[in-house]
């Protein structure tokens, strides 16, 4: 038996449906789902994604079942339209298009008008009783077909059209008749034979030739490129199916049109229609963003019927897929046809309003609508927007269409490849650009904004911006944009290449220069609603890493429910204290080192008090001091010379003391517990501290749950001595100030060895939280400020796929934490275990610590967000304990 | 019921034997052992052991039950003899001497004589008809109860004793007769009187002092110390018993004397009888070294039939205890007594001469031979001898007894503490004393050799050096040791405090100045023979880590079976050579570089060429390039000038590369399989170089099995990816060349990700090579070049019990090699499996190495031999596979 390869749809029978979208692609499947909802969609059909897969398997070859099936779906297309392929009187047209399983918006090729030739142009010239109308589809077609088939640079037929304009002296399209078309169709066909390509005139032929070229652009560099941006993981894919469809016109004359419809608004997530169009024109003419299309709102004067049947069908479409709908239409001579419906990109605020109103419109549950936004979506739904102050005082040179919220400073460059270039060397740009296309996405992605002066806020250069949440203007008519003399012009302002602008998303404005950016404050509306519906499905914890009560504040207002990482050392570096600190180094007794620590103390209790009050009532991990003690003491010969003084030590002893203290292998080197074991004196002040601003905060009432981490245990008998210190010191100071504190002892684990005597520690510790940075760079034997070195080079060769430092390496680290949990758990099952390190806010990392079984992941305040609907995500995609090929 | 406490031997009755030695000490079960054996032991008891436990973990209180049962043997005692203790007509007098299960030589103290006072005195006058015999027993008893139950200083006795001498005019004791020993006596028990002591009279009370005394001294810091020295961990040991043996008297005249024996000579092996003796003696006067005894053979003459008895004894012993004896005797009257009877202590060589004698006597079995030798004696066999060509120049100063073999040179040093000082800041030192004493331990430990100018071949200095297998040479007589001065003087020549002197062990010659060592060559004679024992013995496999064809010599020398560790980088350091390697490094492209490493292929042939044709038939472990890049470029200003010079390129230009090889944690960056990663072409040069070298040696029908190993990975995928071009690049010369040679792919595990990943690894590899240096460092997140500044506060508060990097650390990073090799083994039954960490030449860690099952271990050369002996007494201790908790 053959493989079922062609799947139809029309007004007798449709073969596929909505949930085939892994073999029909999206596009294909929602075309055969409209069709079985009974909604106006031309007929055609779709060649699955495995004909796709087979290509590429087979060293570009179409299995030989193809054929029969295709041309029997042909047969069926012409049976059912009552028109013929190539036939001179009625001929059959059909577009051709890509599709895949998720969707790539421009990233695949389309071909319409398929089937014309010199004879079927006349066919649709009787057909349409419109030559000009034929002769523009045909020359259309020859030009798409040698651009996407054959490879014909798209410039030689805008040249060869503009001719014909400079000859009959007109500058538009709409200006040319038929018999300038023909003209154009003439010479379109020598451009072939410069190429010493032939254009078919046999429709079959056209076809074919159109079929391998969409599966051919499944592996060009923008399709492997965007794939590569959007995480496409090419082995979940087998590639792109092809739609043959019948073709209807936009572009018939004035009661014909095209649009793009959104059945919320994809900016901002409102419920109301939303879209433009373009009378007498067809669908590329408003994707393209080169005439500039009217409102929907504008077609219910047009054509109200019209407009009343498209709402409708938007109700209709929303509610059945149950997300927003992106639809493409089109009016042939006042009768409507959906072409397409999809999930609406949006932009991240948008994403977060429609989960939480389809909730509220109970169309989705929570689960659902925790999966429906992006965590990196959150994260820039937090990014900054410009200092109001600065904003006063910045230079406004302009306005286009607000494309894609957020606020975006940089130094503007011309091109996409400069902008990747200049972003890999850490510099800030914003890719200026008449307009986008397919090539600009690298530099897109890389820019810190994009700003056109071309399209609107359906056109590229909008629609990847949204996706990518990159700040976007648009269609920024008023500024020039010189690609010749690269500089821009706007309200008499003259600003070159790499000079400074401020592009602001939200209102569409741009600013000369460099505008100062801030963190919004908090969370509020539906973002608040989302997170807490997040909180509601995930199974983790969300703790925040907070130095200070300015960080604990913002954790607190993100959400974080405590503190799981509070690093002393960065208390030890104010003005006021760091001399303290360093007298404490060079002390040549431990009596000397107390006497300084003793001044340290009041500081620290007050660091402790001011991050309890904050977290009050949450637990608030305190990491006792971690680096070496080098990192505290001067380095240039200046500095050297002016602490010895302030310490009142010659320079050669200090010196000295600084010299003893350096490392060759820092990391490895001289911290952590180790440096509590041979100056117990240090891990006893912080301790106090600890203690007594718990106790005094307890005093006035409030409630305060810390816990005492050591760092880089690596051996049980390391933990038991500072734990026994620990505990004698808090038991003695609870017990003088006859309060009722709670507190816990718990450890960074983070050393390899730790991993492998989790069940030693774990039976001494409330509480093990996993430094997923130093575990990584142990683990690997990865210096984390020396990898730069060799790690594109693994990632290139696939050694690692990705970056272990951002995501946690499942396989190995990830094994040797399964280990010290197994070990830990063993002997204690009460124990709280959490990751600290920077995986905590890591989407991936997070979906890690939920399947592992963990309690709680720490992150830096501003990713709080991100990681409590990472967490939700995780676990509505896996019930925690499901056994997953991690 | 009470617990038994007191072991009871006499002719009617023996309660103890030999195999008690927990709960009797050596001596008890020793001394019961040979009354079984009906040899002439005076009769006795002993407190086990168990009472010194319970002293101790009591609080220093001896057990209720214990009083009954010892006045019960007391009485026994007195019964069996018909004397009576106390009596003043014929008094029973007993020794009180410690005796634990492992002899501890000077460390415990004794007392003899216990039972006199001013009563029995007259007892023992009338009993002996020797009044002057009694009384100097009572003084020396008196004396010796003050200075060890009571602390009273040795040196206020002495003075007294010499107030006597002075007083009478007359210079040794044997010139005092009755009446000065009563003077004596008197003056003694002024001073208890001075020092705030009272001497008892009542014997019982005399008993219970010392049998406390005894206990207490199981904890004084020289005993503490030597169970430290000698790795007698002490919660082994229950602690020390007390033996109350029946005094014998050597000192009751002519007809009466004290040695020492040996069945064997100590010091080479040699099968022949070997001892000393004085005549009128008591023992303490041998150890003491403070009278110069007269050989064994002497006794023949003076005493044929106690010579006859005696040695009969000795072989009766030697055979019955299956190892050589070390024997204390008495005659007393011409009655022989054996006081004691322990396996000797003996030199290096001689243990292993024994070991092999004994085997072929037929007494002893391989396995047992084995275990009789420590594996650091082997080493200490293999220790430097003086070279001949310098000895014939140097000033050879004066000669002593050969006491313990080797050669040492050091500066002098005339206190132990001094020794001890000195060695900790790395200094060479020679411990010179007049005698040495249980003070001097730590010092003579410390020390390269010692060297004293009185005592002899059985005086504390001798005994002690040869257990520590320190060169000594004792009894010097003819160098002067002038403590107050600092200073020697010998054969005209002065040699000051912290100069220089040098002295041969085997000889007994000293020399001025430092003489220059050397190694001795191979293995031979009874070394040989026993390590082929060991070979038979073990299931451990023996490699060497050599990187040049000299070592790999030495190494077969000593029975290594192929190569583990050929450290590549080595081989790039010639004058020739450094500077087509940094031509290397500083190369800007691929081609620059393959250019440069083009040149540095044919050295690379002729290296392994020579390690293959060393160890022709045996594998031969080559590891690709290991260190970063940095290594190999120069530091300093000036070096940089010279080589920018030499490369023709600018020092600017130079520089850069320099900074750019610059590493923050050298010890987990660019190094390893990630160079190899980076710039293929390097492995790539390698790989051609061994497998040309073996191809080149194949053709002149050499047997050549290279293993390549890569080192420091961590992902299965680094190893494929440098296998494949290893395996691509090496079956191509292979057939090119038509031979038929066959190589291994192998990896270094020694970051901890790989022990984890191991089955996959394992998979893939020929071979896995335990890195233990790197997996410690990696584990334990110990930077080899920095934890200096933390372990010994480590070590001292028992986290770690030894240094992680001498001895593996089986909990933690035994516990990663257990996963590496289950997981490697579940994967690929037929990985062969070793250690190459310095770790490979420890004994305690190759014993771990047979436990886990490892194939082979690898160590420098010089180790080999110690590998050989621990491997074997491994597996004469363990069953491999058999369950240890480690």
């Given at each position: 038996m053959s493989k079922k390869y062609v799947y139809v749809w029309n007004n007798r029978r449709v073969e596929g449906n909505a949930k085939m979208k892994d073999i029909l692609g999206g596009k294909g499947a929602n075309l055969a789902e409209m069709a079985l909802l009974g909604l106006p969609v031309p007929p055609g059909f779709t060649i699955s994604t495995e004909v796709c897969k087979y290509y590429w398997d087979n060293g570009m070859k179409l299995p030989d079942d193809l054929k029969p099936a295709v041309e029997q779906a042909m047969h069926e297309l012409e049976e059912v339209l009552g028109k013929k392929f190539g036939d001179n009187d009625n001929p059959l047209l059909v577009s051709v298009r890509s599709g895949a399983a998720v969707s790539m918006p421009g990233m695949m090729d389309t071909i319409l008008n398929l089937g014309?030739?010199?004879?079927?142009?006349?066919?649709?010239?009787?057909?349409?009783?419109?030559?000009?109308?034929?002769?523009?589809?045909?020359?259309?077609?020859?030009?798409?077909?040698?651009?996407?088939?054959?490879?014909?640079?798209?410039?030689?037929?805008?040249?060869?059209?503009?001719?014909?304009?400079?000859?009959?002296?007109?500058?538009?399209?709409?200006?040319?008749?038929?018999?300038?078309?023909?003209?154009?169709?003439?010479?379109?066909?020598?451009?072939?034979?410069?190429?010493?390509?032939?254009?078919?005139?046999?429709?079959?032929?056209?076809?074919?030739?159109?079929?391998?070229?969409?599966?051919?652009?499944w592996n060009n560099p923008r399709a492997i490129k965007y794939?590569?941006?959007?995480?496409?993981?090419?082995?979940?894919?087998?590639?792109?199916?092809?739609?043959?469809?019948?073709?209807?016109?936009?572009?018939?004359?004035?009661?014909?049109?095209?649009?793009?419809?959104?059945?919320?608004?994809?900016?901002?997530?409102?419920?109301?229609?939303?879209?433009?169009?373009?009378?007498?024109?067809?669908?590329?003419?408003?994707?393209?963003?080169?005439?500039?299309?009217?409102?929907?709102?504008?077609?219910?004067?047009?054509?109200?019927?019209?407009?009343?049947?498209?709402?409708?069908?938007?109700?209709?479409?929303?509610?059945?897929?149950?997300?927003?709908?992106?639809?493409?239409?089109?009016?042939?001579?006042?009768?409507?046809?959906?072409?397409?419906?999809?999930?609406?990109?949006?932009?991240?605020?948008?994403?977060?309003?429609?989960?939480?109103?389809?909730?509220?419109?109970?169309?989705?549950?929570?689960?659902?609508?925790?999966?429906?936004?992006?965590?990196?979506?959150?994260?820039?739904?937090?990014?900054?927007?410009?200092?109001?102050?600065?904003?006063?005082?910045?230079?406004?040179?302009?306005?286009?269409?607000?494309?894609?919220?957020?606020?975006?400073?940089?130094?503007?460059?011309?091109?996409?490849?400069?902008?990747?270039?200049?972003?890999?060397?850490?510099?800030?740009?914003?890719?200026?650009?008449?307009?986008?296309?397919?090539?600009?996405?690298?530099?897109?992605?890389?820019?810190?904004?994009?700003?056109?002066?071309?399209?609107?806020?359906?056109?590229h250069a909008a629609v990847v911006a949204r996706g990518m949440g990159k700040t976007a203007v648009v269609g920024a008519e008023n500024i020039l944009i010189d690609l010749k003399n690269r500089l821009i012009k706007a309200n008499g302002v003259v600003i070159k290449d790499k000079e400074w602008i401020s592009i602001d998303g939200n209102e569409g404005k741009v600013y000369a220069g460099k505008v100062k950016t801030i963190r919004p404050e908090g969370l509020a509306g539906e973002l608040a609603t989302l997170l807490d519906y997040a909180d509601e499905v995930s199974d983790l914890g969300v703790r925040a890493n907070a130095d200070v009560p300015r960080d604990a504040k913002v954790a607190r207002e993100y959400g974080a429910q405590g503190i799981g990482l509070c690093r002393t050392e960065h208390m030890f570096f104010g003005p006021e204290r760091i001399n303290k600190m360093r007298r404490m180094i060079v002390s040549k007794s431990e009596e000397q080192r107390r006497k300084a620590l003793e001044e340290l103390l009041p500081y620290?209790?007050?660091?402790?008090?001011?991050?309890?009050?904050?977290?009050?009532g949450f637990s608030v991990t305190i990491r006792l001091l971690d680096p070496p003690l080098h990192e505290f003491v001067p380095e240039t010969d200046e500095q050297i010379k002016e602490l010895a003084k302030t310490l009142g030590i010659t320079e050669e002893e200090l010196r000295q003391t600084v010299k003893e203290l350096e490392e060759f292998n820092p990391m490895m080197g001289h911290r952590g517990v180790r440096v509590a074991i041979t100056y117990p004196e240090i891990?006893?002040?912080?301790?106090?501290?600890?203690?007594?601003?718990?106790?005094?905060?307890?005093?006035?009432?409030?409630?305060?749950?810390?816990?005492?981490?050591?760092?880089?245990?690596?051996?049980?008998?390391?933990?038991?001595?500072?734990?026994?210190?620990?505990?004698?010191?808090?038991?003695?100071?609870?017990?003088?100030?006859?309060?009722?504190?709670?507190?816990?002892?718990?450890?960074?684990?983070?050393?390899?060895?730790?991993?492998?005597?989790?069940?030693?520690?774990?039976?001494?510790?409330?509480?093990?939280?996993?430094?997923?940075?130093?575990?990584?760079?142990?683990?690997?034997?990865?210096?984390?400020?020396?990898?730069?070195?060799?790690?594109?080079?693994?990632?290139?060769?696939?050694?690692?796929?990705?970056?272990?430092?951002?995501?946690?390496?499942?396989?190995?680290?990830?094994?040797?934490?399964?280990?010290?949990?197994?070990?830990?758990?063993?002997?204690?099952?009460?124990?709280?275990?959490?990751?600290?390190?920077?995986?905590?806010?890591?989407?991936?990392?997070?979906?890690f610590a939920h399947l592992v079984g963990l309690d709680y992941v720490s992150c830096s305040p501003y990713r709080v967000p991100v990681a409590r609907l990472a967490a939700a995500q995780a676990a509505a995609k896996y019930k925690r304990g499901k056994k997953v090929n991690y």
């Open positions: 014309l030739n010199d004879v079927s142009v006349q066919g649709l010239a009787k057909q349409t009783n419109n030559e000009r109308f034929a002769w523009d589809s045909y020359r259309r077609f020859i030009q798409m077909f040698g651009d996407v088939s054959l490879e014909i640079p798209h410039a030689k037929f805008e040249e060869a059209l503009n001719k014909v304009k400079r000859e009959k002296g007109v500058k538009t399209d709409i200006e040319l008749d038929a018999e300038d078309f023909k003209k154009v169709v003439e010479l379109y066909k020598k451009i072939y034979q410069e190429e010493g390509k032939s254009f078919p005139q046999d429709p079959m032929e056209q076809l074919w030739i159109s079929i391998e070229a969409v599966f051919r652009s794939r590569q941006i959007n995480k496409l993981d090419d082995k979940n894919f087998l590639g792109t199916a092809v739609n043959v469809v019948a073709m209807v016109f936009g572009n018939m004359g004035e009661d014909s049109g095209t649009g793009v419809v959104f059945t919320r608004d994809p900016s901002t997530g409102e419920k109301k229609y939303y879209g433009e169009f373009l009378m007498n024109a067809q669908g590329e003419d408003v994707v393209a963003g080169i005439r500039t299309p009217q409102p929907l709102d504008e077609l219910k004067n047009i054509m109200p019927d019209v407009y009343k049947e498209l709402t409708e069908i938007m109700d209709k479409l929303e509610h059945h897929f149950r997300d927003m709908q992106d639809i493409e239409f089109t009016v042939e001579r006042g009768k409507l046809y959906i072409l397409q419906t999809r999930n609406g990109k949006r932009t991240p605020a948008a994403a977060v309003k429609i989960a939480v109103d389809l909730v509220k419109e109970g169309l989705i549950n929570k689960q659902e609508a925790v999966m429906r936004v992006d965590p990196a979506d959150i994260e820039k739904l937090l990014h900054p927007v410009f200092d109001p102050e600065e904003l006063k005082r910045a230079q406004y040179i302009g306005k286009g269409l607000p494309a894609s919220p957020g606020a975006a400073t940089g130094k503007i460059v011309f091109s996409a490849e400069e902008a990747e270039e200049m972003a890999k060397k850490g510099e800030q740009v914003i890719l200026v650009r008449p307009e986008t296309s397919a090539e600009d996405v690298g530099g897109m992605n890389a820019a810190q904004g994009i700003l056109t002066n071309r399209g609107g806020m359906t056109s620290q209790i007050e660091d402790f008090k001011g991050l309890f009050k904050e977290m009050e891990a006893e002040m912080q301790t106090k501290a600890i203690l007594l601003a718990a106790i005094e905060l307890m005093k006035e009432g409030k409630k305060v749950h810390p816990e005492i981490m050591i760092p880089l245990v690596g051996n049980v008998k390391e933990f038991t001595i500072l734990k026994d210190s620990i505990t004698q010191i808090a038991d003695e100071l609870i017990k003088e100030h006859n309060v009722d504190l709670e507190y816990k002892v718990g450890t960074m684990i983070e050393v390899p060895r730790a991993c492998v005597v989790a069940d030693q520690i774990g039976e001494q510790a409330d509480f093990f939280s996993f430094g997923t940075n130093d575990l990584t760079q142990l683990g690997l034997g990865f210096s984390r400020d020396d990898y730069g070195k060799f790690i594109n080079d693994y990632i290139e060769k696939g050694i690692y796929e990705k970056d272990p430092f951002q995501h946690i390496d499942r396989e190995g680290v990830g094994k040797l934490i399964k280990i010290a949990l197994d070990g830990g758990r063993s002997t204690n099952p009460h124990l709280k275990v959490g990751i600290c390190g920077e995986h905590g806010g890591d989407p991936e990392s997070i979906e």
